[in-house]
């Protein structure tokens, strides 16, 4: 009898009106009848005396009602504690056509939006993320904090890839979710797919790989089917090995033949919400819902109240003089034990549409705030679970409040809620290991918060910087573009000059020879014609004299503006053979992801850019794999 007591001992404030009417029934019985008793008797009328029987099976049917109220307990009960291990995975393609502009300001950008429209509806079950160009990488494992994958795609592009322009893998990232899932303990799952594309070989992989699986697969095709080129970061247009611009095309048959087999949705992309909605109406509710079993089972005190029921319904029947027959059969009959939870619960078919996890309908039946509370749970109502749970004094309803706030994203009011759960259970190893999970979450936020704030202080430093940079670089184009007109005008200028000197050299010299042949028709003829042939020489002579100095002013124009286009194409050849040797560090870089990384030397360092840190991860992952093969549509 240690482990006795009543749950609701506030019930027994109800005897006060049966002590009051055995009161009033106590003085009632000293007031005699109409006739006296000594008359009575001697005309020989026995008075009859008023019967107790009545007021004593009230008395004790009273006292049974009321103390069944009450709640006594003997003892503990399990009640259920609820963890759902349901899971899906989010694979992002992240290849370089994720950068084609059919789409503004690019896909990459649209695809990013569309998955974290996503995320506030997975709130039941585990999300894991996985990127994928040639290779798949895991960017993130199972996780309940949305809030995390949020931040990793916001970081997540083709430039972190360890193996640009190799194309894309689904299937290798279809299998690295299904291996995800596996070791997670789960037989089956939903995959969503964010891609731009499948090819036929792809296509093919894919399905030997899910065939005759429980995996389902619901794609998101980001991109049209005209498509268009690819604008790479630094402006260019993306090309093949032959130099033609690639065209990003999104073809969406394989698409829908891939989510067809597998029961899911293949949607393109919308503006509004619709594509989104569609996938979320099929993902919402993990297929596999789990509830864990703890090591350590956390009891609540049970209410045996409902063993009264049975005597007070056999003294109610004793009110009738017909009832006795009744009364035995109730007695001595054997009561299935369905049909006596009838009588004993209100919340019977609450329990009925909870067991065949019908659990809205359930918790809009329940009146046990503890049952309500645990209904509303799985059902995913976690605000209503914490109005239902919150108030309740049981162990078990506490733990499950925490659990509510946590599911909720209220860490700080769950993360209190345990800590006071501990304080008066310290032996709770659940309640131990979810308040570690809590506690690293909170860590985590606080340092993706500072990430973040320093990645957009240094954000707006680069902005800066680069905003600057091209001040500059304009500044020197103007400067240059100027000086060359400059020039150009001079030695326009020169030309001008020198063929204005020379027109008018020749009019003066027909001039001259004009007026020497009139002088020369005024003298003889001997002597004009000997001066003649002087003067005709000495024409000749200064003639030729100027017509070679203005052949060497034209040679020497022409040897300057050969000169300055030499300078112009040194200077061209110089920026090209940079650009060059830089596209072939980064080439190289790309194409052997098992060198060591000068990045994976600075984890260690404070500070690091939330995207750096992302672009290690994945290149110690691509340090463990196998080089991928070409593609069929490598660029």
């Given at each position: 009898m240690a482990n006795f007591t009543f749950l609701y001992p506030m019930w027994f404030l109800a005897l006060i009106p049966l002590v009051a009417l055995i009161v009033i029934q106590r003085k009632n019985q000293h007031h005699g009848g109409l006739i006296a008793p000594h008359i009575a008797k001697q005309l020989g009328m026995v008075q009859k005396k008023n019967g107790h029987g009545f007021l004593y099976g009230l008395s004790v049917i009273w006292f049974c009602v009321t103390t069944a109220l009450a709640g006594p307990s003997f003892g503990y009960k399990e009640t259920p504690s609820f963890q759902l291990s349901g899971a899906r995975i989010l694979v992002m393609d992240m290849s370089r056509s994720l950068y084609a502009t059919d789409l503004k300001p690019n896909r990459?950008?649209?695809?990013?939006?569309?998955?974290?429209?996503?995320?506030?509806?997975?709130?039941?079950?585990?999300?894991?993320?996985?990127?994928?160009?040639?290779?798949?990488?895991?960017?993130s494992p199972l996780t309940g904090d949305s809030k995390t994958?949020?931040?990793?795609?916001?970081?997540?592009s083709p430039e972190i890839m360890p193996y640009k322009g190799k194309g894309s893998n689904l299937s290798t990232a279809i299998n690295q979710s299904i291996e995800m899932m596996k070791k997670s303990g789960h037989q089956q799952g939903d995959i969503v797919v964010l891609t731009d594309g499948i090819s036929s070989s792809q296509l093919k992989k894919v399905t030997v790989l899910i065939d005759g699986t429980k995996w389902r697969i619901s794609l998101l095709g980001v991109g049209t089917t005209n498509g268009a080129p690819i604008e790479l970061p630094n402006g260019q247009l993306l090309t093949d090995n032959t130099g033609k611009t690639v065209v990003a095309k999104l073809n969406p048959q394989p698409l829908q033949q891939i989510a067809t087999e597998t029961h899911g949705v293949a949607q393109l992309i919308q503006s509004d919400n619709s594509d989104i909605d569609a996938i979320v109406r099929l993902t919402k509710t993990p297929l596999e819902q789990?509830?864990?079993?703890?090591?350590?089972?956390?009891?609540?005190?049970?209410?045996?109240?409902?063993?009264?029921?049975?005597?007070?319904?056999?003294?109610?029947?004793?009110?009738f003089r017909k009832g006795m027959i009744l009364a035995l059969l109730l007695v001595l009959l054997p009561v299935d034990k369905s049909m006596a939870?009838?009588?004993?619960?209100?919340?019977?078919?609450?329990?009925?549409?909870?067991?065949?996890?019908?659990?809205?309908?359930?918790?809009?039946?329940?009146?046990?705030?503890?049952?309500?509370?645990?209904?509303?749970?799985?059902?995913?109502?976690?605000?209503?679970?914490i109005e239902s749970l919150t108030g309740?004094?049981?162990?078990?309803?506490?733990?499950?409040?925490?659990?509510?706030?946590?599911?909720?994203?209220?860490?700080?009011?769950?993360?209190?809620?345990?800590?006071?759960?501990?304080?008066?259970?310290?032996?709770?190893?659940?309640?131990?290991?979810?308040?570690?999970?809590?506690?690293?979450?909170?860590?985590?936020?606080?340092?993706?918060?500072?990430?973040?704030?320093?990645?957009?202080?240094?954000?707006?430093?680069?902005?800066?910087?680069?905003?600057?940079?091209?001040?500059?670089d304009k500044q020197n184009q103007d400067n240059k573009d100027g000086s060359d007109q400059s020039s150009d005008s001079k030695n326009s200028q020169s030309q001008d000059s020198q063929q204005n000197q020379q027109n008018q050299q020749n009019q003066q010299n027909q001039q001259n020879q004009q007026n020497?042949?009139?002088?020369?028709?005024?003298?003889?003829?001997?002597?004009?014609?000997?001066?003649?042939?002087?003067?005709?020489?000495?024409?000749?002579?200064?003639?030729?004299?100027?017509?070679?100095a203005q052949d060497k002013k034209q040679q020497e124009q022409k040897e300057k503006e050969k000169s300055a286009q030499a300078s112009d194409k040194q200077n061209d050849a110089k920026k090209e053979k940079k650009q060059a040797q830089m596209q072939s560090q980064q080439g190289q870089v790309d194409s052997d992801a098992k060198t060591t990384d000068p990045r994976l030397q600075k984890l260690e360092q404070s500070g690091a850019k939330e995207d750096e840190l992302l672009r290690a991860l994945l290149y110690l992952q691509a340090q463990q794999q196998e080089p991928p093969q070409a593609s069929e549509n490598e660029w």
């Open positions: 990459l950008t649209q695809a990013k939006y569309k998955a974290k429209d996503l995320l506030p509806y997975w709130k039941e079950g585990m999300t894991g993320l996985v990127a994928y160009a040639n290779s798949s990488y895991l960017v994958l949020d931040n990793l795609i916001t970081n997540l789990v509830t864990k079993n703890s090591d350590t089972q956390v009891n609540s005190r049970a209410n045996h109240g409902y063993w009264l029921l049975f005597p007070i319904v056999l003294l109610s029947l004793f009110a939870n009838t009588l004993l619960s209100n919340d019977y078919n609450a329990h009925q549409q909870y067991e065949q996890k019908e659990y809205q309908a359930a918790s809009e039946q329940f009146q046990s705030k503890q049952w309500k509370g645990a209904a509303q749970y799985k059902a995913g109502d976690y605000k209503g679970a309740l004094s049981d162990v078990q309803s506490q733990y499950n409040l925490a659990n509510a706030l946590a599911q909720n994203g209220q860490l700080e009011d769950a993360k209190a809620q345990y800590e006071s759960l501990l304080q008066a259970n310290p032996d709770m190893k659940d309640a131990k290991t979810n308040l570690d999970i809590v506690n690293k979450a909170l860590e985590q936020q606080q340092q993706q918060q500072q990430q973040q704030n320093d990645k957009n202080k240094q954000s707006d430093k680069n902005k800066d910087n680069k905003e600057q940079d091209q001040n500059k020497q042949q009139n002088q020369q028709k005024d003298k003889s003829q001997s002597e004009n014609e000997s001066k003649s042939d002087k003067q005709e020489k000495s024409d000749a002579s200064s003639q030729e004299q100027k017509q070679q």
